[in-house]
């Protein structure tokens, strides 16, 4: 394994397991507050992209990263939108 | 440009770009409650690793997505950092 695609892993482990303390605290606390839904949003669909692009260029790091960020960015972003959804349900008159 | 590098570039785009609300976000309101001050402390250090893979292994998207990311962390990360160490010092005794 070269130098390069073992920076690959470690810049793939560092970002993909990031998301664990976010879901984490979303679980635990139940707060989403301060996280935007359209981050969460967009970036849901573009770790499935990035999935299907590491897939077809056949690297590595890339499926592997975004396999594992794809799952806790699902958790982030239902917590968020559901209780974004019930925020609503509770403002409607 | 073949289709596998499109699809790096609308994942980049989509990932790179989905950082854009959570950082205005945190901006305009100064609330950082909910985000997680270790998730982006080790995505940053991530996105610069992703980074520096990208030009080393001449990847476009890669290049690109990150570049954009790894400002719009910094912003989210500092804000966040600056919250907690604010709340820290308040509550001293």
Do not use: C, H
């Amino acid at each position: 394994m070269n130098e390069v695609i073992l920076l690959g892993y470690a810049a793939a482990a560092l970002t993909s397991l990031s998301f664990l303390p976010q879901a984490w605290l979303v679980i635990r606390t139940g707060r989403t507050d301060g996280i935007s839904l359209l981050m969460y949003s967009l970036f849901t669909v573009g770790v499935a992209f990035w999935l299907i692009y590491g897939i077809t260029s056949n690297a590595a790091p890339i499926i592997a990263a975004n396999a594992v960020t794809l799952t806790l960015a699902l958790i982030i972003l239902s917590l968020t939108a559901k209780n974004r959804l019930a925020l609503r349900q509770k403002s409607k008159p």
